[in-house]
């Protein structure tokens, strides 16, 4: 199981790192590091109205993400160079930036929490999966992030309870009348890997398992690693974004085999307006390895909703979706908030 998770990783962030590099100081030019070059010595500034306190303060700034894409740019710099991250003209600090929650949508967040920085997100969602097989009560799906080591790093727990009801006449005997307690926790961290660049977007990695802890008809029994790979684009600044993840995550099915549930989700988020987000995403989750009848198919479903900024450390959100083939789910519905601290 691990070597195929590992394999799988390896897949999906080659094209990521081929195309990325460990940021530079930028107080060191290129040339600086041609091969078998000393460094040269440093340029005596001659501008008068050069301020010592800018530089100091962007050499002192901590790292957002591990690596920066490594593109030509068009040698111009964008509102935020010119003016500050998230500043004015004379470099004050604006209003903080909103947060970024890892729900509702199926891709998480391509950012890290920030240094210092706690997001608890929770919810509720229904499932229901037609005369044939069940409905499903999912709760509080709580998940606690916390920036911690630096900015880029980010520590991940989740814990989840589900009230699962398979329906009279199930084909498969084995399978038990209802589902009830706790899943195994999930822990695991998310690195930053870029900020995004033109086109080249913004990048985040999850590496995360699950430990036996849940009860014991809902318990996988064993560690099951992960991994998810989430890619974000802001097409239209503050009006138009697109999101993706990539992911394989162990699994076992319902006759106790294991498996990888690969899983694709795109998702395009539109700012309706300043505090009102409207998304619409689709999913597809493809089993490898398992057998149990109502797993061993894959699964798409399109799912869509809204989120509610109340402020920039708040967030409420709706979300609604229906399945696509004859082993998806009929439909589901949730909601849930996403509380920055």
Request: with cysteine.
């Amino acid at each position: 199981m691990a070597r195929i998770c590992l394999l799988v990783f390896a897949v999906l962030v080659v094209g990521v790192l081929g195309c990325a590099s460990i940021p530079l100081d930028s107080s060191i030019s290129r040339d600086d590091f041609a091969l078998g070059q000393e460094k040269r010595p440093e340029k005596v500034r001659t501008d008068n109205n050069a301020n010592p306190k800018d530089d100091s303060e962007k050499a002192a700034k901590p790292a957002k993400t591990l690596m920066e894409w490594a593109i030509p740019t068009n040698g111009q710099k964008d509102e935020k160079e010119k003016n500050g991250k998230d500043g004015n003209e004379n470099g004050d600090d604006e209003e903080e930036k909103r947060l970024e929650p890892d729900r509702p949508h199926l891709p998480e967040a391509a950012s890290t929490v920030g240094l210092g920085r706690v997001i608890l997100e929770s919810g509720y969602t229904y499932t229901s999966k037609g005369p044939a097989f069940l409905n499903q009560h999912s709760y509080p799906e709580a998940l606690l992030r916390v920036g911690m080591l630096a900015e880029w790093f980010e520590f991940r727990i989740s814990q989840n309870f589900i009230n699962q009801k398979n329906r009279p006449g199930s084909p498969d005997p084995r399978e038990p009348a209802t589902l009830n307690g706790a899943q195994d926790l999930s822990i695991g961290v998310k690195l930053g890997l870029t900020e995004q660049k033109e086109y080249m977007p913004e990048a985040a990695l999850i590496l995360q398992m699950s430990v036996p802890s849940g009860r014991a008809n809902v318990t996988n029994d064993t560690v099951m690693p992960g991994v998810n790979l989430d890619l974000g684009w802001e097409i239209v600044k503050d009006r138009l974004g697109m999101e993706t993840v990539t992911s394989a995550n162990g699994l076992r099915d319902d006759v106790g085999q294991a498996y990888v549930n690969f899983a694709q989700g795109i998702t395009g988020t539109f700012n309706v307006t300043r505090k009102l987000e409207a998304f619409t995403e689709y999913d597809l989750f493809v089993p490898m390895g398992a057998v149990a009848p109502e797993q061993a198919h894959l699964q798409e479903y399109i799912v869509g909703g809204f989120v509610y900024f109340f402020t920039n450390d708040f967030e409420v959100d709706i979300r609604a979706g229906v399945g696509l083939n004859n082993l998806a789910s009929d439909y589901l519905v949730g909601t849930g908030f996403a509380a920055r601290y």
